[in-house]
């Protein structure tokens, strides 16, 4: 069985300081990884996929992922955060094999200050 | 190219009665899938629909029901609504069962009352 784990349910940074949200999975089959991101009252935006290719995977409003095997994890960075960044991110797993079924994690609120 | 849409955006039940969500895939692709999201929680896999067939089924009693349609659009159905059923419920589209990418639409907020 799958399963992710996102370390803190709500993560507070400054304007223009490392944005860092924590996911770890588990997985007995190599999975593919994500983040979606959402804003209040909406639906899942993809923000970045890992499915197999290169371990540092970037994605869109400048945030990037790397996956690590030997630590099972795949944590969300952004050198420097924006107010629009503050939203609901989730962090989600998925088997190959199994259809594309996706399992999340519990989700991180990020909030930004001014 | 449209993105995937739902409707309605919001609706209320009485405990007990029935809801039919709607759900139309993004331009092209053929594999619809549904998410149940608690206030609070990340999204729950319900079921997914291929080839107007469900393909698979997470956790949820057969109160939850589905069904796909030859132009791929889809609907979820609940019967006997409870009160721990009001969530929002999310669609999803990819192409083909297995994609590497879903894309999701804005959600269907229930509330049961």
């Known amino acids: 069985a799958q399963s992710v784990t996102q370390l803190g349910s709500h993560v507070s940074v400054s304007e223009g300081a490392l944005v860092l949200l924590r996911c770890n999975y588990s997985?007995?089959?190599?999975?593919?990884l994500f983040w979606y991101v959402q804003y209040p009252n909406q639906g899942l935006q993809l923000l970045l996929k890992?499915?197999?290719?290169?371990?540092l995977v970037k994605g869109i409003n400048g945030f990037e992922a790397e996956f690590k095997k030997s630590e099972t994890s795949f944590h969300l960075t952004k050198p420097s955060a924006h107010m629009r960044d503050a939203a609901e991110y989730f962090c989600?797993?998925?088997?190959?094999?199994?259809?594309?079924?996706?399992?999340f994690g519990q989700g991180t609120e990020l909030s930004v200050k001014p | 190219d449209a993105g995937v849409t739902q409707s309605p955006t919001h609706l209320i039940k009485t405990r007990g009665q029935q809801v039919t969500l709607r759900c139309s895939p993004k331009s092209g692709h053929d594999t619809v899938s549904w998410y149940q999201q608690a206030l609070g929680q990340g999204p729950q896999f319900i079921f997914q629909?291929?080839?107007?067939?469900?393909?698979q089924r997470g956790n949820f009693p057969d109160r939850f029901s589905g069904h796909q349609f030859p132009n791929y659009s889809s609907e979820l159905n609940v019967n006997a609504l409870l009160l721990g059923d009001s969530a929002l419920y999310l669609c999803a589209s990819s192409l083909a069962v297995g994609a590497r990418e879903q894309y999701f639409g804005p959600g269907t907020r229930l509330t049961v009352t």
């Open positions: 989600a797993v998925s088997d190959p094999n199994q259809g594309g079924k996706l399992i």
């Open positions: 890992y499915t197999s290719a290169a371990t």
């Open positions: 997985s007995s089959v190599p999975p593919y």
């Open positions: 629909y291929y080839e107007e067939e469900e393909r």
